[in-house]
DNA sequence: ACAGGATCCTGGGGGC
DNA sequence: TGCCCCCAGGATCCTG
């Protein structure tokens, strides 16, 4: 589901919510998700102060005092929000921490929960003791650079020397984090470039228009907080409003905005992939 | 090295 | 109403 702009907009709607909030207790449900819950966690989060929410691709970092994260995936069903404790709990919800302010005024406000809900349970939760694990999982995945300052040089090598197609470059986590299927589509649809057209084939100039229309696709979508097919929703619990600019994402049959011809949908990299056959040439 | 398929899950929609 | 099939924003493992 989320891809970079959904989990973007989350974080950003999250921080204020969890600023200056301690864990005071943990519910955990019965489904495992892809990586069961260890129990042995609950203590070491139990009273741990909130010191930053971010983002890595499409994985958010809980940072806790005494140096230990809590690491979010939302596979593709996943939400993460901070309600009301008296907001009722929906079903498919795999982990509650309830939140205390602390410092002074603990006002009368009442108490919050951070809520992690996934109904397909494509999505984990993992917990690490120290910087460094974390920093060894992220390595370990072998997770690529943000889109963000993404170095031109080194995008165009990772081109250069695949013969893979740009659609499965573009979802590839290795090359770059945070992309899936409907950005890609997108992004190779602002660039004009044919999502079956082969690395290595892919022009320098080609390759930086490439980069670029990533970043205007990405910031754009961060723009109208992400986009909503059925599950996601940000922090607040809102629907995002990308999705009522895709240009070719679910288009298949409608006209091209550019040239008018029909939009394509085709299967590649095992998933299914939105193109216009006038305006992205094979060549 | 890469494509393609299957897998982990639940739920919605279409066809009959 | 029910059943069956296909589809879905992700990641990972296996085969050829």
């Known amino acids: 589901m989320p891809e970079l702009p959904e989990v973007e907009t989350i974080v950003r709607d999250l921080r204020p919510r969890l600023h200056a909030r301690r864990i005071a207790a943990v519910w955990v449900g019965e489904k495992s998700l892809r ?45 993460l929000t901070v309600v009301s404790r008296k907001e009722p709990v929906l079903p498919h919800t795999h982990l509650i921490l309830r939140l205390k302010p602390f410092g002074r005024d603990p006002a009368e406000e009442p108490s919050r929960q951070l809520r992690f809900r996934d109904i397909r349970r494509f999505g984990s939760i993992t917990f690490f003791a120290d910087e460094t694990k974390l920093m060894e999982f992220f390595n370990q995945s072998h997770l690529g ?34 992309i899936g299927n409907i950005y890609s589509d997108e992004a190779l649809f602002e660039a004009r470039l044919h999502p079956k057209r082969m690395g290595r084939n892919v022009g320098s100039k080609e390759a930086s228009r490439l980069r670029r229309a990533i970043l205007t696709v990405l910031n754009r979508a961060i723009e109208k907080r992400g986009s909503s097919i059925r599950d996601y929703v940000s922090g607040n619990g809102n629907r995002g409003e990308y999705q009522e600019e895709f240009r070719v994402y679910g288009r298949f049959g409608e006209p091209c905005p550019r040239c008018g011809r029909p939009i394509r949908r085709i299967r590649l990299a095992g998933r299914s992939t939105h193109f216009c056959p006038g305006c992205q040439r094979q060549t």
């Open 35 to 79: 990586r069961p819950y260890d129990p042995q966690w609950t203590p070491k989060l139990i009273g741990r102060r909130i010191k930053s929410l971010s983002r890595r691709g499409k994985w958010i970092v809980l940072c806790l005092d005494k140096n230990v994260y809590l690491v979010f995936h939302l596979g593709m069903t996943g939400q």
């Open 145 to 178: 650079p943000e889109p963000f300052g993404l170095d031109s040089i080194y995008w165009q090598n990772c081109l250069a020397r695949t013969s893979r197609c740009l659609k499965a470059v573009l979802l590839d986590q290795r090359v770059l984090a945070g």
